[in-house]
């Protein structure tokens, strides 16, 4: 079943302005990690934020997590044209053993007009 | 130099056709993944092999194979191809070796698959 629900589903803006994306899942998590897909491009890992930490940067990236929610929001700020690109959450669950697997969101598909 | 690399880059191919898949990394990695990103751009992982051994598998129709030949390749093979089995598939490695979970993923460019 699907683990990442991502809001919105679309977002538009201008070059500059600050872009900010949800994600929410279902159940307890080991991590949740954030990639950007190119269109037609496989994924690249962006930010990984484990269950006790509550926010971290890189970059322009800002990412916070908030565990008694389950939620997490990505923050690019100053975006470029060159974000442009759909970007997803994934969590790895705790407990037992997953072997790192990734449970993908629905993704947000991000426009930056130039 | 490419990291995750898979050939080829675009499939088709008719209903009931058997094709393959394959991923190559030079990451050094033990661990590989195959995903399936849908037409709605959902991914869900496949499988998962740490140093030749299945660790992963998720409800998969068993017309899908993969196979590991070595911890620096993982193959699909798709028997019996379906119209449903159109969608983008991915490889992935990561570090492994207990670390799983705790480390970034690398994927692949992808296989673009459409059966007729």
């Known amino acids: 079943s699907q683990q990442g629900e991502e809001d919105p589903q679309a977002l538009s803006i201008q070059e500059g302005e600050n872009a900010t994306m949800n994600c929410s899942y279902k159940t307890s998590i080991n991590n949740l990690q954030w990639y950007r897909q190119n269109s037609g491009r496989g994924l690249v890992h962006l930010i990984l934020?484990?269950?006790?930490?509550r926010e971290k940067h890189s970059g322009r990236l800002r990412v916070t997590l908030d565990t008694s929610k389950k939620s997490s929001s990505l923050l690019i700020t100053a975006s470029r044209a060159a974000d442009t690109a759909s970007y997803f959450c994934a969590t790895v669950v705790a407990g037992g053993t997953s072997y790192g697997k990734l449970t993908f969101g629905q993704g947000t598909i991000l426009t930056v007009h130039p | 130099d490419t990291a995750v690399s898979q050939t080829p880059k675009y499939l088709v191919t008719q209903m009931g056709n058997d094709k393959s898949i394959k991923c190559e990394q030079n990451?050094?990695?033990?661990?590989m993944y195959w995903y399936k990103q849908d037409s709605k751009k959902f991914l869900k992982i496949m499988f998962s092999?740490?140093?030749?051994?299945?660790?992963i598998n998720e409800t998969v129709p068993n017309r899908f194979s993969p196979k590991s030949p070595d911890k620096a390749h993982l193959n699909l093979h798709i028997n019996s191809l379906e119209l449903g089995d159109s969608a983008v598939y991915f490889c992935?490695?990561?570090?492994?070796?207990?670390?799983?979970?705790?480390?970034?993923?690398?994927f692949g460019p992808g296989t673009r698959l459409l059966v007729l």
């Open positions: 992935a490695s990561s570090q492994g070796g207990g670390t799983w979970g705790q480390e970034t993923q690398y």
């Open positions: 934020i484990r269950s006790n930490e």
């Open positions: 990451l050094g990695h033990d661990t």
């Open positions: 092999y740490n140093n030749k051994e299945l660790i």
